[in-house]
């Protein structure tokens, strides 16, 4: 089986939606499926082509402004794969378009995951845009697909609204592999992890970091990249801000890594998600989080692995104060919680049965 993975970015920007493509080559790899990946052309695209290992990437130049990503490249790119199956990650630009042409030219299936670019927040957005995109090519994008892919039973929900012909299948991200044994003893560091965008909602983490009780020491990281007006504006409010909170601009591979095994505790406050890979790396590390229902990943809570904030400044500084003031106990229960979800549901070996017998399915006929 050949899968075509088709996405606007395969680097750092194109943020958790390339985290997650690069993630889920690498997991058909290992489960010896035949994977190529084929994404516009970007700044890093070269810098990042490592992120993807050995699985091949596929560019095509953008032409024209590159909010829309129109590149005449993209559909030969497509068709020179010679894939069995297109799975599109990502909507609202032209790879949706090219998708649909594969389609028609090729008759084989095409999924797409939105990766929670249905959600009312963002569909809320930018809304000539979207009217538009859904005019011109995203609704004959969504008829022609053989079938839609949700990572939660929320985005089913948003999905079905908006898309009513193709079957939904539901099937989560797969995180990294856990750590054997995760650091203890974590000093009262908590961080943010993910793009600098307002729907990510850190202006009201960092006015709440300035209001909470918070135990000496404490610190609060923020690592991300995102566009320049989002950053400059976040770099704005931090320039006014206490020496504990700190921005340490975009950070990857090992010195993330670090990051991640460092903190007590993962942030994220957010309006919207699909399901952020940067939970998911947390609980891998055995970090618990504390995050807004708008992460979609209530297995946390029931778990333990996770404390529900709100996403006002009050909410946020109250559950800060509560979080870093667990005792080694409770934090080592909830560190292990993480630990049990990394290493069941969000597995790449569980995720990966559940994607080969998804596409066994396409190309047989039926969603399944």
């Known amino acids: 089986m050949h899968i075509a993975l088709l996405t606007a970015s395969a ?53 024209g402004p590159g909010f829309f990503g129109y590149s005449p490249d993209l559909l030969p790119r497509l068709l020179d794969t010679g894939a069995d199956i297109l799975h599109q990650h990502g909507i609202w630009m032209y790879p949706s378009r090219a998708a649909t042409l594969w389609a028609r030219q090729t008759g084989k299936p095409h999924l797409i995951s939105p990766h929670g670019m249905l959600d009312p927040w963002i569909t809320a957005r930018g809304r000539w845009k979207k009217a538009l995109a859904r005019q011109f090519y995203e609704r004959a994008s969504w008829n022609r697909a053989n079938a839609f892919h949700a990572l939660t039973a929320d985005e089913a929900a948003d999905i079905r609204r908006e898309a009513e012909h193709p079957p939904v299948l539901i099937i989560p991200n797969a995180g990294p592999p856990a750590l054997a044994d995760p650091p203890r003893d974590r000093a009262p560091i908590v961080l943010y992890l993910g793009r600098i965008h307002p729907k990510k909602n850190l202006t009201a983490l960092v006015d709440a970091w300035e209001v909470a009780d918070l135990p000496q020491g404490a610190e609060l990281l923020i690592a991300g990249w995102g566009a320049a007006t989002d950053v400059a504006e976040l770099e704005t409010r931090l320039a006014a801000a206490p020496p504990s909170i700190r921005f340490l601009g975009s950070i990857h591979g090992e010195a993330k890594q670090r990051l991640l095994e460092q903190a007590r505790f993962m942030v994220l406050p957010s309006h919207s998600e699909g399901l952020p890979m940067a939970i998911l790396e947390a609980w891998a590390a055995g970090t618990p989080t504390v995050m807004s229902a708008a992460c979609h990943l209530p297995e946390g809570f029931a778990a333990g692995a996770a404390i529900e904030c709100g996403t006002d400044t009050s909410s946020i500084a109250q559950v800060l104060g509560q979080a870093l003031a667990r005792d080694r106990d409770d934090w080592n229960a909830m560190s292990g919680a993480a630990s049990t979800l990394a290493r069941g549901r969000f597995s790449a070996g569980q995720v990966a049965q559940d994607w080969i017998a998804a596409y066994r399915g396409l190309m047989a006929g039926k969603a399944a």
């Open 11 to 63: 680097s750092r920007l194109g943020g958790g939606v390339a985290t997650a493509v690069q993630g889920h080559a690498a997991m058909l790899t290992e489960a010896r499926a035949r994977v190529t990946v084929v994404a516009l052309e970007d700044a890093y695209s070269d810098d990042d082509r490592g992120l993807l290992g050995a699985t091949p990437l596929a560019t095509a130049k953008v032409a």
